[in-house]
């Protein structure tokens, strides 16, 4: 079993009085009697299974001591961990000594949600970090963020998604954040109260669901089609509904314009407030823009960005636009705790806008996942497949007939040195759409050219 956290495919009960530890050690036992683990697999780290698992590291290392002291498994130092005790019926190999066909950890890696950090101009990376440096170190606390940043950010939602920021200065109607994920993590504690209810598109972005949890709110799943989010079977009685209608993350539906006011119009008529998460917004082929959500009801819809996907996450810089009140309560939340955005990465972002440098990568970004999409597309129809979500982001979904060929698909790919995703994890409860999604922003184009033909046999037999 590769180090992968898509292929461990465990859950863990939370409710049950079974410790968490030992449900991780029999679950990992039935892996290896049901021959989805054998004798050679490497196991992930005590704590990367962790944090797959949301759990402390002290539950899966008992789970691991505990497997260790069964000898279901060995440790080798600065190698790793091993299963050395085969099911019924395998062929064992020595003790401590890894499969010689075990893959190796630097996988090609088709995930979504990856940047293309290849694609960055070192040159003008450099620069902008070097300017930013240069500016005198801060004396007091930014809540909303830098005004500068505010500035370059709602110029870039103007050039680059059509949003006009309306009710004020930018620096009054934007707010920095560190990301999508932090600015969910701070709605959830500063907007919404414990036993509010909020729904959540399913399949969807399980980090929402957690970042919601974790204060006592309530998640619902909202169901989807082909074209996205069901409007009429979002749940009633919600405080708010969370939805990426540029590109669905994972299923890939650009929600349709009609789908899009009808949302509005019910979450006006019912008092909701809609999160829209712009995941990849920036990025469409082909296609005539749609309408943002935030253009369509600033009085309603909570506009999230980031430049996690078309830079890099550890740029930490995001923004926020919604309504006055919305805002209004984050930022006092902010000033409450002392918490905001770190200004570090708000001033490299106004620093390659400043220049051009953003516009000119955001080009190149469009240029370059244009053409890897075409052949990614057209490998893949040509052998008979057929894609989802192919006319905007950064990948793919290629639909399957049950959660068993999505398993060992992703499982055999790893196993072939591909990194990959599965729809099941991206699901809250039973899952309800069974495929896998091809990033193609994570891997070089000559790594994607050589693992598309294995892929296709995975996908067809």
């Known amino acids: 079993m590769p180090e992968s956290d898509d292929a461990l495919l465990i859950t863990l009960d939370r409710e049950a009085r079974t410790p968490l530890a030992v449900q991780l050690a029999d679950a990992l036992r039935a892996a290896a009697a049901a021959g989805q683990l054998r004798a ?26 505990q497997l260790l002291a069964e000898g279901w498994i060995v440790g080798k130092h600065g190698s790793g961990t091993y299963v050395t005790t085969a099911p019924p019926g395998s062929s064992p190999v020595p003790s401590g000594r890894p499969r010689t066909d075990a893959p190796s950890p630097d996988l090609v890696s088709l995930e979504l949600g990856r940047p293309w950090v290849g694609g960055l101009d ?48 930018a620096t009054e109607a934007v707010l920095a954040t560190g990301g999508t994920s932090a600015a969910v993590a701070e709605l959830a504690v500063s907007v919404f109260q414990p036993g509010d209810t909020v729904a959540v598109e399913e399949p969807g972005y399980r980090r929402t669901v957690e970042a919601l949890k974790a204060v006592g709110v309530q998640v619902l799943p909202a169901p989807l089609d082909r074209d996205g989010i069901l409007v009429d079977q979002i749940p009633s009685g919600i405080r708010a509904v969370y939805c990426s209608p540029a590109h669905q993350y994972p299923l890939g539906s650009r929600l349709p314009a009609a789908r899009r006011v009808a949302l509005v119009e019910r979450a006006r008529r019912e008092g909701w407030l809609i999160i829209e998460d712009d995941y990849d917004g920036e990025l469409r082929y082909d296609v005539a823009p749609l309408p943002l959500l935030a253009a369509l009801a600033p009085d309603v819809v909570v506009h999230l960005g980031t430049t996690s996907k078309i830079l890099t996450p550890t740029l930490g810089a995001g923004w926020l636009v919604g309504p006055p009140e919305v805002a209004g309560t984050l930022l006092a939340y902010r000033e409450r705790t002392g918490t905001g955005p770190a200004p570090a990465g708000q001033r490299v972002l106004v620093e390659l806008a400043r220049n051009g440098d953003l516009g000119r990568h955001l080009r190149r970004l469009r240029r370059e996942l244009s053409e890897r999409r075409v052949l990614v597309v057209e490998t893949l129809r040509a052998a008979g497949i057929p894609v989802l979500g192919d006319d905007a ?42 495929g896998v999604a091809i990033g193609y922003t994570a891997c070089s184009r000559d790594q994607l050219i050589s693992v598309l033909p294995p892929l296709i046999d995975l996908l067809t037999t």
Do not use: C, F
């Open 122 to 169: 070192r040159a003008a990376w450099r620069r902008a970090w070097r300017a930013a440096a240069d500016n005198e170190p801060l004396v007091r606390h930014h809540p909303a963020g830098l005004p500068e940043y505010r500035e370059a950010v709602a110029e870039h939602l103007l050039r680059h998604r059509g949003l006009t920021i309306r009710g004020g200065l």
């Open 40 to 65: 050679g697999d490497r196991l992930p780290s005590t704590r990367t299974m962790a944090s797959h698992l949301k759990v402390s590291r002290t539950v899966t290392a008992a789970a691991y001591d």
């Open 393 to 434: 982001g950064s990948h793919v979904v290629v639909l399957l007939p049950s959660i068993e060929k999505e398993r060992s698909v992703v499982h055999q790919a790893t196993r072939l040195g591909v990194r990959m995703d599965g729809l099941e994890r991206h699901h809250t409860g039973p899952s309800r759409w069974h």
